[in-house]
T-cell receptor, first 112, second 114 residues
Framework: DTAVSQTPKYLVTQMGNDKSIKCEQNLGHDTMYWYKQDSKKFLKIMFS???????INETVPNRFSPKSPDKAHLNLHINSLELGDSAVYFC???????????FGPGTRLLVL | AQSVAQPEDQVNVAEGNPLTVKCTYSVSGNPYLFWYVQYPNRGLQFLLKYITGDNLVKGSYGFEAEFNKSQTSFHLKKPSALVSDSALYFCAVRDNGGSYIPTFGRGTSLIVHP
């Protein structure tokens, strides 16, 4: 009965590779988010997706791209991985824009 | 523009004592304020929120927070701390008249000693 799930939980890969992280929510929420949490635990919003409206944090490199096949899914695709991409990536959802968020368990990405 | 500050990187408290985790914010309009908790190797969990109404908001696990408009603060409190409350706490704010995406503070590590 997981509300927000992410796969994989751990991801170890080489520099230059392309990888995807999947996110699914079964809460019927309209808004989904992707966050990056660095080694100092600082949370940075990357993307938000609501009713086909995508909001992008301008500081996020265009190697990162979100893809939403339907309202319950918001996947994150990363091209040409770099060492600095190593972090924990969290997916979250909220019933509507700006409401309290439900977070997934996180995907720990390590780029070697 | 919206911003939030958590002035303490770490708060230490003895079990059974009251705890306070501080948060101050800045918005142009009216604030929506949130507290989240993150246990080790877990995602964030929603604790409580203030949108409007009573300044004292009650949330999960016995936590509460007081909205103070004049001091632009939203401090998290609990009357009696438990060792299991040890975790990372995040305050978040969004401007009701601006972007719907909240800004998170840098987090405060709460350590409750037995």
């Amino acid at each position: 009965d997981t509300a927000v799930s992410q796969t994989p939980k751990y991801l170890v890969t080489q520099m230059g590779n392309d990888k995807s992280i999947k996110c699914e929510q079964n809460l019927g929420h309209d808004t989904m988010y992707w966050y990056k949490q660095d080694s100092k635990k600082f949370l940075k919003i990357m993307f938000s997706y609501n009713n086909k409206e995508l909001i992008i944090n301008e500081t996020v490199p265009n190697r990162f791209s979100p893809k939403s096949p339907d309202k319950a899914h918001l996947n994150l695709h990363i091209n040409s991985l770099e060492l600095g991409d190593s972090a924990v990536y969290f997916c979250a959802s909220s019933q509507d824009r700006g409401q309290s968020q439900y977070f997934g368990p996180g995907t720990r990405l390590l780029v070697l | 523009a919206q911003s939030v500050a958590q002035p303490e990187d770490q708060v230490n408290v003895a079990e059974g004592n009251p705890l306070t985790v501080k948060c101050t914010y800045s918005v142009s309009g009216n604030p929506y304020l949130f507290w989240y908790v993150q246990y080790p190797n877990r995602g964030l969990q929603f604790l409580l929120k203030y949108i409007t109404g009573d300044n004292l908001v009650k949330g999960s696990y016995g936590f509460e927070a007081e909205f103070n408009k004049s001091q632009t603060s939203f401090h998290l409190k609990k009357p009696s701390a438990l060792v299991s409350d040890s975790a990372l706490y995040f305050c978040a704010v969004r401007d009701n008249g601006g972007s719907y995406i909240p800004t998170f503070g840098r987090g405060t590590s709460l350590i409750v000693h037995p």
